[in-house]
């Protein structure tokens, strides 16, 4: 049986931190702590690191080393349409991939919430395209898929109509969400499954007795119920795919021209074309700020979602 | 004639012709389900079935138009990804296992400390770690490599090692607290009156509760691990390289590659799909940081 959990609830011993002494405090803190220095080490000293280098001016193919110059790499990055235009694409992107991979996540956790014979088998092929390492998919799906001469895709659509269409350089924006949203599709599906087999069976029973169709069975009970199964599954996606680059390096390599340079490609471009380091770290410090105002809601509805009640 | 009396003075069939209605009712309708449950989840696996028959397929047969579903299917690109991937293969395993190992490490104290004798701010602590998940990693990459670079870690498996463990470490120790929380208070509290330390608390109350917990837990990092790409392309060139890496190796800038992709893909992607579907009842949990259970 599915629930969802409310998992930052205190433990059922009820034991309260407070009223403790000293020494028994400095006891339950000791097991926390080496989890803590290691997560603060490794994930925030880059970045205290990132805001040093980001009034510097290093390109670290050229001799000299690193030199202060102020705000002139933060100039650069507001006055570059090319960082604008992919942290729009990256936000876009994002949206609709999981968007649509929600949609169809409903859908499939719908189907599979029926009995049906191989229901077991067909869960299985449906969770796989998750668990392919995300390189992988993206070389299948831009060779062996959707080449123009020789694509299986092509070969598939070719009764309605479809000629050995170059799915990467004319609908490239359109191919790196199909791999997105097949990659994560099975995530959501996951998500509203567990949801849906939580639901209570007697409400859905005294509904049908009372005559209400299926439709409005699902609109007025059912989708209610899933919300904030939904509103996790919608929030984690974005958390992985807003940084999604596998896709966009393998498939496209951020083009044709800048059609597919997400944020993360424009970054990881910066410092492995152009060399710099300074600007690099401009546009990362910029990211991270936006980050952390999207974050901030994000988990607000964290806490939302896991039912977070408020310490008294 | 028949017919326009049955409707004009309907008189309720037989109860168990009713039932054998209804049940042939749900058959048709359970047969109409298998058919689409079949067919949809036969469309969501066609890519990762295409894969692995060109994995199978003479390089000459892999790129043909119409494509090719009769072929005499040969080994011999598999045996060349055999050839190639070792030491690709091996820092996998190294940088999978010893991450996973690392978190673990860390993830079960914590977990402990957030749960059954919780620390006085233990809700900000949880919301820190899952703050760091947060936190693109892409945007540090620059200095990354500088600091990787000044630590002799560049190209280094260990720094690999470390970056994954703090990669997963927020989502272990959601989902083993997750674990713990369904340790039942009754069973702490009679150990407690035993006169039981915080020690055999831990080995002889909590570990035979958690214990399933801890392989699905360390399985969805193994996951994650595995699978990684932007760190060890940017911060690895032989010496750490990892199978995603292998993969990209495989692709050449000219000559015909599809087949011999489709070998690497497969072989780099079922370790991890094997596990994902052993794991198949815990992945929710999982991926939910414990919040479904």
């Known amino acids: ?312 | 004639m028949t017919a326009i009396t049955a409707a004009g003075a309907p008189s309720p069939p037989p109860v168990t012709d009713r039932r054998a209605r209804r049940r042939a009712r749900e058959l048709t309708g359970q047969a109409g389900w298998t058919v689409l449950g079949w067919v949809v989840g036969i469309a969501f696996f066609i890519p990762v079935l295409w894969m692995v028959i060109t994995a199978f397929k003479p390089e000459s047969a892999a790129e043909t138009w119409p494509p090719q579903f009769t072929f005499s299917p040969t080994l011999s690109e598999f045996r060349l990804v055999f050839s190639g991937m070792g030491p690709f293969i091996e820092h996998s395993a190294i940088a999978t296992v010893g991450s996973t190992i690392v978190v673990l490490v860390l993830a079960l104290p914590a977990a402990y400390a957030l749960s059954i004798h919780p620390v006085g701010k233990w809700r900000d602590s949880l919301f820190f770690f899952i703050s760091t998940k947060m936190l693109p990693v892409v945007a540090a990459i620059g200095p990354l490599y500088v600091i990787a670079l000044k630590a002799h870690l560049l190209d280094n498996i260990w720094l690999l090692i470390i970056l994954y463990a703090a990669m997963n470490l927020p989502l272990a120790i959601w989902m083993i607290r997750s674990f713990m929380l369904e340790v039942p208070g009754e069973m702490l509290e009679a150990a407690r009156l035993d006169g039981a330390g915080r020690i055999r608390e831990i080995v002889e109350v909590i570990m035979p509760v958690v214990s399933p917990g801890l392989v699905s837990t360390a399985l969805i990092c193994v996951i994650f691990a595995w699978n990684e790409l932007f760190l060890a392309l940017n911060l690895t060139v032989t010496n750490a390289a990892t199978m995603p890496m292998f993969l990209i190796s495989s692709v050449p800038q000219e000559g015909l590659y599809i087949a011999h992709l489709s070998a690497a893909a497969t072989v780099a992607s079922v370790p991890v799909i094997i596990v994902g579907w052993i794991a198949q009842r815990s992945l929710v949990r999982g991926l939910s940081m414990g919040a479904i259970k």
């Open chain 1, 1 to 312: 049986m599915a629930v969802l959990e409310d998992v930052t609830s205190p433990p059922a011993t009820g034991i309260r931190p407070r009223g403790v002494s000293r020494r028994e405090r400095w006891q339950r803190r000791l097991p926390l702590l080496p989890a803590l220095v290691y997560t603060i080490v490794v994930t925030q000293v880059p970045f205290l690191v990132t805001l040093w280098y980001s009034f510097q001016s290093y390109f670290w193919n050229e001799p000299g080393g690193a030199h202060w110059t102020g705000v002139s790499n933060y100039k650069e990055v507001f006055t570059d349409p090319n960082f604008r235009s992919a942290l729009v694409r990256s936000v876009t992107m994002t949206a609709i991939a999981v968007i649509v991979a929600m949609i169809l996540g409903v859908l499939l956790a719908v189907l599979l919430d029926k009995k049906f014979l191989g229901r077991g088998i067909v869960r299985t092929l449906i969770i796989t395209p998750f668990l392919i390492m995300p390189a992988a998919a993206s070389l299948i799906w831009s060779g062996p898929m959707l080449d123009p001469s020789f694509g299986l895709l092509n070969w598939l659509l070719e009764p309605f109509g479809v000629h050995h269409v170059a799915w990467l350089t004319t609908h490239a924006y359109g191919s790196v969400i199909v791999v997105m949203v097949w990659q994560w599709t099975p995530f959501m599906t996951l998500i509203v499954l567990a949801g849906l087999q939580g639901q209570a069976a007697d409400v859905l029973e005294a509904a049908k007795v009372d005559g209400a169709s299926a439709w409005a069975t699902f609109r007025e009970l059912t989708l209610p119920h899933l919300r904030p199964y939904i509103e996790l599954g919608v929030l984690l996606g974005s958390i992985y795919l807003v940084t999604a680059f596998d896709q966009v390096r393998l498939m496209t390599n951020g083009g044709p021209g800048t059609a597919t340079t997400t944020l993360p490609f424009y970054l990881y471009q910066k410092v492995n074309y152009a060399f710099d380091i300074g600007g690099a770290a401009a546009a990362g410090v910029v990211t991270v700020v936006l980050t952390i105002i999207v974050a901030s809601f994000a988990l607000r509805m964290f806490a939302r979602v896991f039912q977070f009640e408020e310490a008294k």
